[in-house]
């Protein structure tokens, strides 16, 4: 490193100690977000060393980052995006491939999903001509079930597609084991559960696809940004090419012929010998993620372990505080499972003498931030009116959460002082309601 640059590294940690905020909490006046990320001096370190160094493209730092990630997850393959969303679409896209030959998904094709989540979970399907099909979740856990799976499945049923809620796994071993059993593609969407076990295992390595996101919301940041992991080599090269413009050739940007054969290619119609680096085999999108992203990634993920820990002990310390209060549904972690929590929903009681809507308003009063979980049921959205699917059971639990839930944060960002503050502001409503204090 030479000395001009290490001196301007010295000069951005001394400023971002000095941008450092020491009034502390003062409760009803410090915003308590619901989401947010947690951001040292290495972070803005490793942002401003990268601007420095001018990495304004996918490069050594993005490769380093999928390594490390991919390693960390316990997958063969990582691959960057500019966000979760786009990997949905990656991971979701991938499965249409040509190269998938007679297993490949073909629109009309059905995919089964959850109605009660996250838009781009969704979206992937509608875009690529397929199906979604609904079913259910379960109140407190928040997800679907094996056996509503099982009962969703059909003869046009190729794929499914599910997210872990709010770090709650599903019953993914026993959902993978469905998907075996016919002949079906698994993606986790793992956006909100990095750090999650079923089983001892860590979410993200049961399915055929996995993808994350690395939104400010999620447990490790890079402003914008995401990934779809996969162990199949083959799956791996489909969604690098489809996130690279759909192109053939799988050298890095500013490499040539690292295959030696860059001339001797004969493909499609195109005349033999036609440059690899432009011969396009999908219909493909360029999603890449930058290295000024991949910069940040990197120091990130060397607080993972800790980002996790604190979520657990966030969500623990709220959930032993609300535990006795009336006339709320507490989420509870699906069994044989332990979650690296996004978020602490609360269901109010249909039978309430308090609406979601009276508490919420309480909370928000206090500065203590709420947000819904998530689309509630998407099939009351005006976006999927008309669109092709097909409903599986009743939508009892997804109507519920639209009307009654909500949730609050558990980011590492808050302390105990703000997690026991938002604990005894729920209490004191609900005790004015007429609930046991």
């Known amino acids: 490193m030479n000395e001009h640059k290490t001196l301007v590294l010295e000069e951005v940690r001394k400023y971002h100690q000095d941008q450092q905020d020491d009034s502390g909490f003062v409760p009803g006046v410090t915003e308590i977000w619901p989401s947010g990320a947690v951001l040292d001096e290495d972070d803005r370190v490793a942002l401003v060393e990268a601007a420095l160094d001018l990495r304004i493209a996918a490069g050594t730092s993005s490769r380093r980052f999928e390594s490390a990630f ?31 030959k007679d297993v490949r998904l073909r629109p009309g094709d059905e995919v089964i999903t959850v109605a009660a989540g996250f838009p781009t979970t969704v979206n992937p399907i509608l875009q690529n001509g397929l199906v979604p099909v609904f079913v259910d979740v379960d109140l407190k856990t928040y997800n679907t079930t094996a056996a509503r799976v099982e009962a969703a499945i059909g003869p046009r049923t190729r794929a499914v597609i599910i997210a872990h809620a709010l770090g709650n796994p599903f019953e993914v071993t026993e959902i993978a084991a469905l998907c075996e059993q016919h002949d079906l593609f698994l993606i986790e969407d793992n956006c909100d559960a990095v750090g999650s076990t079923y089983d001892g295992r860590l979410t993200g390595t049961f399915g055929d696809l996995t993808t994350v996101s690395f939104y400010p919301a999620h447990h490790l940041t890079m402003g914008e940004g995401g990934c779809v992991l996969t162990s199949d080599l083959g799956l791996a090269r489909i969604v690098e090419s489809m996130r690279d413009w759909g192109r053939d050739c799988w050298c890095e940007p500013g490499e040539s012929n690292k295959c030696l054969k860059r001339f001797d290619y004969q493909m499609g119609t195109l005349p033999a010998g036609y440059d690899h680096k432009y011969i396009f085999s999908h219909v493909g999108y360029n999603l890449k993620a930058t290295d000024l992203q991949a910069a940040l990634g990197l120091t990130q993920l060397t607080k993972l372990d800790s980002f996790i820990a604190a979520r657990r002990a966030n969500w623990q310390r709220l959930r032993a505080a609300l535990d006795d209060l009336p006339w709320l549904i507490l989420p509870e972690a699906t069994e044989r499972s332990e979650p690296s929590w996004f978020g602490f929903v609360i269901t109010v009681d249909p039978g309430a003498p308090f609406s979601r809507a009276e508490l919420v308003t309480f909370l928000e009063d206090r500065r203590i931030g709420t947000r819904r979980l998530f689309a509630g049921n998407l099939t009351r959205h005006p976006a999927y009116h008309g669109t092709p699917h097909r409903v599986v059971g009743d939508l009892v639990n997804s109507d519920i959460i639209t009307e009654q839930s909500f949730w609050v944060g558990v980011y590492p960002g808050l302390d105990d002082e703000m997690i026991d503050y938002m604990a005894d502001s729920v209490r004191e409503f609900v005790t004015a309601k007429g609930g046991r204090a």
């Open 70 to 100: 991919a390693r960390r997850l316990g997958r063969r393959k990582a691959h960057l995006t500019n966000s979760g969303s786009s990997a949905n679409l990656l991971a979701l896209s991938a499965l249409l491939s040509p190269l998938l």
